[in-house]
Nanobody, 123 residues
Framework: QVQLVESGGGLVQAGGSLRVSCVVS????????MGWFRRAPGKENEFVAL???????DYGDSVKGRFTIAKDNAKNTVYLQMNNLKPEDTAVYYC?????????????????WGQGTQVTVSS
């Protein structure tokens, strides 16, 4: 059984930084791609970042240059470092795992999701 557990969310002032983590069990990061998505109140899931099996990364336009996705295969953990946070980054952040070998930005291509962690950025 594949499980994803996020942690590290919280409240931060605009311009600050946070790092959220996602511990994966039941699926090796060396073999599967991972993504981060977010959902703000009243909005749909938004693609934030992905990292492929080989470590290739991609980012949503709204976070490029501010967020960095990384992984530690030995710890089977994915990280999302968020810098220069803005109030519009406020959302529940979810990590997700996909069986597709090619990088995917659509939420529907991910089959396993974590429970989410709240990130709130105050102005």
């Amino acid at each position: 059984q594949v499980q994803l557990v996020e942690s590290g969310g919280g409240l931060v002032q605009a311009g600050g930084s946070l790092r959220v983590s996602c511990v994966v069990s039941g699926r090796a990061l060396s073999s599967y791609a991972m993504g981060w998505f977010r959902r703000a109140p009243g909005k749909e899931n938004e693609f934030v970042a992905l990292i492929s099996r080989s470590g290739t990364t991609d980012y949503g336009d709204s976070v490029k240059g501010r967020f960095t996705i990384a992984k530690d295969n030995a710890k089977n953990t994915v990280y999302l470092q968020m810098n220069n946070l803005k109030p519009e980054d406020t959302a529940v952040y979810y990590c997700a795992s996909t069986l597709y070998y090619t990088p995917q930005t659509e939420p529907g291509k991910y089959d396993v999701w974590g429970q989410g962690t709240q990130v709130t950025v105050s102005s």
